[in-house]
């Protein structure tokens, strides 16, 4: 792992881990060139899936949380598409964020913060990004939020 991510990691408390298996017919990322695509990690915490529709049993608060740790699977995605060498990770390009909500919640950028912001504090200025913020009416498992990513990697 790069040392300064690693740093950082450890700053944050945060101890990634194994790259989550898929759950049904797709592998969980494909590299293209320079450019890794992961597929949807979905939020997952240290007690198991976190589910809920923001708008209804979730706070936005709630639904950062639950996108922080859809980034921390991302990360370890990347970590594993790079062999175990995060210094190969050259930057973030595009976060895809889906967040379980309400036809009338409409604060989905903010969730998508806790993914986003997540990002630049592990990665610095690699981790800046572009984004999409989406509404769904159900996601997969009932889980608040699910984000997928492409990377650049050497």
Do not use: W
């Amino acid at each position: 792992m790069s040392p300064q991510i690693e740093t950082r990691l450890a700053d944050m408390g945060i101890t990634l881990p194994d790259a989550p298996a898929p759950a049904a017919n797709y592998i969980p990322f494909v590299q293209v060139g320079d450019l890794v695509h992961v597929s949807g990690q979905i939020s997952n915490g240290p007690d198991g899936l976190i589910t809920g529709k923001l708008g209804a049993d979730l706070t936005v608060e709630d639904g950062a949380a639950a996108a922080q740790t859809c980034a921390i699977s991302l990360l370890a995605q990347a970590k594993a598409a790079c062999g175990g060498d995060l210094s190969r990770l050259v930057r973030l390009v595009k976060l895809v964020g889906f967040v379980n909500s309400t036809a009338d919640f409409t604060q989905q950028p903010q969730v998508i913060n806790g993914a986003s912001d997540f990002m630049v504090a592990a990665l610095g200025d690699a981790g800046r990004h572009a984004r999409s913020a989406v509404s769904a009416a159900s996601l997969p498992l009932g889980v608040a939020v699910e984000i997928e990513a492409i990377f650049q990697i050497k």
